[in-house]
């Protein structure tokens, strides 16, 4: 049996790093978000905004040395690779911040709790596109 985990986590260990980092992207975007939102108290989109901008620069880093092992080194890979990260990640920005307005501004619902589900909805859409992608192996 502790083999067969031993298997499993070996197997799947890009896949728990990835979800590792990303329980800790959300944690950085919901600390940033509370932050934004509830001390400095800036309205929801402008928290969201900056909240993402930071929540998106702890992602690659991580994403980059640990989670996809990128060894892109020249200028022209290494451009392309954080492009199409952002690229991505606006991507799938905006879609959280709609499933976020719609929350907050259409059924007038608390923002920390609709900051929550388009968290679960961004780290997973993030993951397919970064695994088969951005940082997919030549």
Do not use: C, P
Request: proline share 0%.
């Amino acid at each position: 049996m502790f083999r067969k985990l031993i298997q499993n986590v070996k197997k799947y260990f890009e896949t728990i790093l990835y979800l590792f980092f990303g329980v800790a992207t959300t944690i950085v975007s919901i600390i940033t978000y509370f932050i934004f939102s509830k001390v400095i108290n800036f309205d929801y989109t402008v928290s969201y905004i900056f909240s993402w901008f930071l929540s998106v620069l702890f992602a690659y880093i991580t994403n980059r040395i640990w989670v996809f092992h990128s060894e892109n080194s020249d200028f022209k890979d290494l451009f392309r690779e954080i492009w199409q990260f952002y690229f991505a990640r606006i991507a799938t920005g905006v879609v959280g911040w709609l499933i976020m307005a719609f929350g907050v501004s259409v059924l007038h619902q608390n923002d920390l709790i609709w900051n929550l589900i388009q968290n679960i909805f961004v780290i997973i859409s993030n993951y397919v596109l970064s695994k088969l992608f951005i940082f997919r192996k030549k």
